[in-house]
């Protein structure tokens, strides 16, 4: 089993609809998780953090399953503008190794 | 508040040549990573270091090689640069711990 998975789509979505997908991850021991934007050929950049109680950002909510070992990212009312690739990134220790990228899951929003 | 800088943003090579990619992170983060992005795929880490005067390899570090030249500067050179490494390049910083990762917008190069 991969360290992180994701679908990678691509998810093709209507604006306005509700979208969520899912990472999972195959190390117990990991302990700080991260959602990553990328846009076509620019450099991922930090989305949100995720939290073990959950947290939400405006129209973007993240969950951590620690039992079932996976992150989750939803997305409301979807905007054209979200179109683009969505990494997790997981933690599992404090060194620099220890930092894993998910290829990504890839989401279309239509008008 | 530049973060991470990466130069140059474009460069074209012909097979055989050498350059040298430079990155700095003005964020005081111990580690700095080099990946590289190929049409369609995930980020592949190619080197990294956990703090200056450290560099380890990552995944795909063949061809290539890494000065950490102090905590602010680390570079990727390319001795011999073959059309297989035709690729987008990110620079990332990192605090350390369990803080997330800065990248850098990029070097764009192509390998005829």
């Known amino acids: 089993r991969k360290e992180v998975e994701q679908d990678p789509g691509p998810f093709n979505v209507p604006e306005g609809a509700t979208v969520a997908f899912n990472c999972t991850y195959s190390?117990?021991?990991?302990?700080?998780f991260f959602w990553y934007r990328q846009d076509c050929r620019k450099e991922p950049k930090l989305l949100m953090s995720v939290y073990s109680s959950g947290n939400e950002d405006g129209r973007f909510t993240a969950q951590l399953n620690r039992a079932s070992q996976y992150i989750s990212l939803l997305i409301r009312d979807s905007k054209l503008s979200d179109s683009a690739t969505y990494l997790c990134v997981v933690i599992r220790g404090g060194g620099a190794d220890g930092l894993t990228f998910g290829k990504g899951t890839h989401l279309i929003i239509q008008p | 508040n530049a973060g991470v800088t990466q130069t140059p943003k474009f460069q074209v090579l012909k097979t055989g040549q050498s350059m040298t990619l430079q990155c700095a992170q003005d964020?005081?983060?111990?580690?700095m990573y080099w990946y590289r992005q190929d049409p369609g795929m995930g980020l592949r880490l190619i080197y990294y270091s956990a703090s200056e005067g450290t560099t380890d390899k990552g995944e795909v570090p063949n061809g290539y090689n890494v000065s950490r030249l102090n905590k602010r500067e680390f570079s990727l050179r390319l001795e011999s640069a073959a059309p297989s490494q035709t690729s987008v390049y990110f620079c990332a910083s990192h605090l350390g711990g369990y803080q997330p990762q800065h990248f850098g917008d990029g070097t764009r190069l192509s390998i005829l």
């Open positions: 190390n117990s021991a990991s302990q700080s």
């Open positions: 964020m005081n983060h111990n580690s």
